[in-house]
């Protein structure tokens, strides 16, 4: 079987060496485009066999350079995998690993009316998303994507190709669900994603197997300025304080008014005093198009800025909001998930279950502050929870079912010699936030009560986290699974892949760490 392939001199080559963080670029000797299942499993069994170092890519969003680093000598490029259909041999909807978020809901929205909780960046690759948990503005709503995860085909490291569902048993089950939050390059290569409620059958119609996409969203943009919340950050803290009780306080699965709203509230450093401090945009989700429905959307709305801002604009305003017109959700979508692959960037998260004090005085006086490196700083402090939380711990591999609130901490600029300069900036502003748990947020754990943060988010990947743990902090394997999820993906992992075929900086092994690796002895 002959598997389309290029090398250095193909005029493909240099799109297809690295993703949208241009900080990360390789040098593979060949990328591979296979075009089916088949292509993929070739493709696998050739690279095994050479012994050759491979990697996978899908949408080219991998934060860190586990794609494309020094030692990948060949890349299995998913980037024609796109099919989004619907399999009626499995009664799912069929979406492959290398179509776009965007096309996804495209696609789905224009045959059925239908959609996934999925992530905010339209050129986003289904592939490495949906395996990391997938969750986006429809999330408090309609909970995670894997939680629509019937099976997935997958090849794995002998070079077959597995379909593997909720309903198998024994180790297939176990692989099934490794793929519900297990993170991207550890178990093989994904062929197609199959999706559809948990509570479809066989039989189901396809426009009845994924959430209703919403009939219109109200969108709500508004920027406030240094200048208007002071220059010392104390304003800012103590908006942060009330985002922070209204994600506390709204965060149940039953919700159901409430979970129609998703935030994202973001801090930008003090440049100037002319520079912004907040960016806030909120979608509220109407469903039908009665007049009550916008009338509740609108309350909602009304309620979540009045409980947060303690200054705004005229926009944020009673009588403006009543006036304020809903959108088509597609088009609200598409407006929101614009992008630009012209950045070199690092990237940071963490799950919390409510802020601490030093928390949010720490974020806001650096943010305040700023400094060397401050510049395309900013951190996105994001409602979550709702029908997220509404799933068992262990039901999926993505164990954060209790948040309230998800942050991604980003930096970007253009210049390699700046480098340095921005990813120490993050770097410093991150350890001082989370200084009271030694740097990083606590780990994902079954202690809701016990810490403010809940873990990080396995597809914000983040190379300083922890290799280890220590008495007092948290490795990165505890803060993206938690001991328990670790473990059982380990099991799974020694089971379908002993050899460690699949691997990068921060996959999961094939064997337990030894003891004095996890600070025991």
Avoid at 113 to 131: M, R, Y
Avoid at 185 to 206: Q, S
Avoid at 406 to 415: P, R, V
Wanted: with cysteine.
């Amino acid at each position: 079987m002959s598997v389309p392939k290029i090398d250095r001199d193909d005029v493909r080559y240099p799109d297809l060496v690295q993703g949208n963080n241009l900080r990360w670029v390789g040098t593979p000797d060949k990328v591979y485009l296979p075009r089916d299942a088949a292509e993929v499993a070739a493709c696998v069994r050739k690279l095994t066999g050479k012994g050759q170092h491979f990697t996978v890519r899908s949408g080219g969003h991998c934060y860190e350079d586990h794609v494309f680093n020094s030692s990948v000598r060949a890349v299995v490029d998913l980037g024609l995998l796109r099919v989004v259909e619907h399999d009626q041999e499995t009664g799912c909807v069929a979406v492959g690993p290398g179509q776009s978020l965007w096309e996804v809901y495209l696609r789905l929205h224009r045959r059925w009316g239908t959609t996934i909780p999925g992530g905010e960046c339209a050129t986003v690759g289904a592939g490495g998303h949906i395996v990391g948990g997938g969750y986006g503005l429809l999330s408090r709503r309609d909970g995670l994507t894997v939680d629509y995860l019937h099976g997935v085909e997958v090849v794995t490291a002998d070079g077959e190709i597995r379909l593997v569902t909720r309903d198998s048993t024994g180790a297939d089950h176990d692989l099934w669900w490794a793929h519900t939050g297990g993170g991207g390059g550890n178990f093989g290569v994904i062929t197609r994603y199959l999706l559809r409620d948990p509570a479809a059958g066989d039989r189901t119609p396809p426009h009845e197997l994924l959430p209703r996409a919403p009939r219109q969203v109200l969108l709500h943009e508004l920027t406030i300025g240094w200048d208007q919340v002071g220059s010392d950050g104390a304003e800012l803290a103590t908006m942060l304080r009330r985002f922070s009780r209204w994600c506390e306080h709204h965060c149940a699965h039953d919700a159901d008014a409430d979970n129609q709203l998703f935030a994202l509230f973001e801090v930008l450093p003090q440049l100037t005093s002319k520079a912004p401090a907040i960016t806030l945009t909120t979608q509220v989700a109407i469903d039908d198009n009665t007049p009550d429905s916008l009338t509740r959307a609108r309350a909602t709305l009304k309620d979540f800025l009045g409980a947060v801002l303690t200054v705004g604009s005229a926009a944020t305003h009673p009588r403006n909001l009543d006036r304020w017109a809903p959108r088509p959700w597609l088009n609200a979508t598409q407006r929101l998930g614009q992008g630009s692959w012209k950045w070199r960037a690092d990237y940071k998260s963490a799950y919390h279950r409510r802020l601490t004090d030093h928390q949010i005085d720490t974020l806001a006086a650096t943010f305040a502050a700023a400094g060397q490196g401050a510049e395309g700083a900013r951190v996105s402090l994001d409602t979550y929870g709702g029908k997220v939380n509404a799933v068992d711990k262990g039901a999926t591999a993505t164990p954060h079912r209790d948040s309230a609130i998800k942050l991604q901490y980003m930096t970007f600029w253009t210049e390699p010699a700046q480098d340095d300069d921005h990813v120490q900036w993050l770097r410093d502003t991150y350890t001082a936030i989370y200084a009271e748990t030694g740097g990083v947020p606590a780990a994902a754990n079954d202690d809701p009560d016990g810490t403010a943060t809940d873990g990080c988010f396995v597809n914000y990947l983040d190379a300083d986290l922890p290799a280890q743990p220590t008495t007092d902090v948290a490795s990165w394997w505890q803060l993206y699974y938690g001991d328990t999820t670790f473990t059982k993906l380990v099991r799974t992992k020694h089971a379908i892949d002993p050899d460690n075929v699949f691997h990068h900086a921060q996959s999961i092994p094939p064997t337990p760490p030894r003891p004095k690796e996890r600070g025991l002895i």
